[in-house]
């Protein structure tokens, strides 16, 4: 079935665009996205088995906030000559923390992302690379300010999309049809500082627990497609569903687990056209960024990011499109609304790696 060509139908792409906003933490959560496009569970389910099979899903997995792990994510770059693109992938390849790579149409041409414990691993890692005589130069663009992350596509044109720059977080209330509690789940709902509902995230959070990092490794790979999916999860590592749903929803309320929700293919999807688009905006201009770009559904991944002389852009942007005419005119649109000096168009050109990154996969707890 694997090799199957599949074309979504309505309930297809319904499925398809709850699944990228995220799943209900509930026992069911399956149940949740039946009832909305009026379909048995068990069809959704298969659905879902299909998508995934034919690769239109990528992967339903958690997505987590890796500063708030005690990791360090950076967008990196390197210039790569056209004869060592190959060899270049497969060491690269070696890396399980390098999680993005790909080619753009740039004279720095290779773009990778890089999440780590510590600078010094960081800084090892980039000194590899470097001395495999495969790259003429390492670049490494740190954010410093995060405007927008997460890109769903709209298969149709007809659904509302959510932006998690902007929207209200629906998914932080925990629901459980039938709640037993435990001495665990009081632990975890008794202790106000642990559960970190804070106003500013990141302060005041402890370290994850040995519970915690048990589950984040069990989230952080293919969700499973049954029923009742936190049972599954919480037979694997000793907890009950419900003390599995409540520490994943504390895991949500954090920050640090920012949705369990499925990654598509987009060129199964149709968005076959896909740029890293670049802008060199002043920093009292920033402020003036119209929520017509911010709220753009084809655009994703909107970070402020420290500037290279050699690459004198700060804000970064990547837009996804079905045609060249789509694409132009959300350039057009884009150049109208973002106060910038000058700009670049980095398209992609191949797609050398595309994985989720896995963490605390270091020894074992």
Not at 30 to 39: E, F, K, N, P, R
Not at 127 to 137: A, C, F, N, P
Not at 207 to 216: G, N
Request: proline share 3%; with cysteine; glycine share 6%.
């Amino acid at each position: 079935m694997s090799g199957t060509q599949m074309v979504p139908d309505d309930s297809d792409k319904a499925i398809l665009l709850q699944l990228q906003n995220g799943i209900d933490l509930t026992e069911r959560p399956y149940l949740c996205i039946a009832d909305s496009v009026g379909l048995p569970e068990e069809t959704v389910l298969e659905k879902i088995r299909s998508m995934a099979e034919t690769g239109i899903i990528r992967r339903i997995s958690g997505f987590f906030e890796a500063e708030l792990l005690g990791y360090q994510s950076v967008l990196c770059s390197a210039v790569v000559p056209e004869e060592n693109i190959e060899l270049y992938k497969e060491f690269l390849d070696r890396y399980p923390c390098i999680t993005h790579n790909y080619l753009r149409d740039h004279r720095i041409n290779g773009w990778f992302t890089l999440s780590t414990k510590d600078e010094a691993d960081r800084t090892r890692i980039l000194s590899e690379i470097q001395g495999s005589g495969l790259v003429r130069k390492i670049y490494v663009f740190k954010k410093t300010k995060m405007f927008k992350l997460k890109v769903l596509f709209d298969l149709d044109g007809k659904e509302e999309i959510r932006s998690e720059s902007v929207a209200a977080d629906s998914q932080i209330s925990v629901r459980i049809d039938s709640v037993k509690k435990s001495a665990f789940m009081t632990g975890i709902a008794g202790d106000s500082n642990r559960t970190g509902l804070c106003k500013d995230v990141g302060e005041h959070l402890q370290a994850v627990t040995p519970e915690e990092i048990r589950l984040i490794r069990e989230l952080q790979k293919q969700f499973p497609l049954w029923e009742r999916p936190f049972k599954v999860i919480g037979e694997k590592i000793g907890l009950e569903e419900q003390d599995v749903l409540l520490m994943t929803g504390k895991l949500k309320a954090e920050k640090r687990l920012k949705r369990i929700s499925a990654a598509l293919s987009h060129h199964k999807v149709g968005y076959s056209i896909n740029s890293m688009v670049v802008w060199d905006v002043k920093e009292e201009d920033m402020d003036k960024l119209p929520e017509s770009v911010l709220s753009c559904k084809n655009l994703s991944h909107c970070y402020l990011r420290e500037k290279d002389r050699d690459f004198d852009y700060n804000f970064y942007t990547m837009l996804h499109a079905r045609t060249e005419d789509e694409y132009h005119s959300i350039m057009d649109m884009l150049k109208e609304n973002i106060p910038h000096e000058k700009y670049a168009e980095l398209r992609t050109v191949r797609e050398l790696k595309k994985i989720g990154m896995k963490y605390f996969t270091e020894g074992t707890i």
